[in-house]
């Protein structure tokens, strides 16, 4: 069964910085889906924080985001990372990398959904935590 593996969580103080991975494991190809990052602090909802079709297209940054973290995809190795700069203590959660199940292709100035019901496959999540 298809799986996402994410890494790269840890602890950091506020202004750091953090790399997180996301390897799509069992031999399947993560090709032409939409694949990213989904955070849930204790008491409050999933959000959708962050995604990328994996042609190289359809960025979506949620505006909680947007500007310090970077979102970017190595296909050949079936990976998603998420680039995480000048952390804090709101950007505390569990973080979750998800995909879309079937492959498709996106329309140019289109971007990827930040919701949950549209993504499939979940990973176990990575914890994330900034002290001030």
């Known amino acids: 069964q298809a799986q996402l593996v994410e890494s790269g969580g840890g602890s950091v103080q506020a202004g750091g910085s953090l790399r997180l991975s996301c390897v799509a494991s069992?031999?399947?190809?993560?090709?032409?889906?939409?694949m990213g990052w989904f955070r849930q602090a204790p008491g409050k909802e999933r959000e959708g924080i962050a995604f990328i079709h994996t042609g190289g297209s359809g960025i979506y940054y949620a505006d909680s985001v947007k500007g310090r973290f970077t979102i970017s995809q190595d296909n050949a190795k079936n990976s998603v990372y998420l680039q995480m700069n000048t952390l804090n203590p709101e950007d505390t959660a569990m973080y979750y990398c998800?995909?879309?199940?079937?492959?498709?292709?996106?329309?140019?100035?289109?971007?990827?959904?930040?919701?949950?019901?549209?993504?499939?496959?979940w990973g176990q999540g990575t914890q994330v935590t900034v002290s001030s």
């Open positions: 998800a995909s879309n199940l079937r492959p498709f292709t996106i329309r140019p100035s289109t971007s990827c959904p930040g919701y949950q019901p549209y993504y499939g496959v």
């Open positions: 069992s031999g399947y190809s993560y090709s032409s889906r939409c």
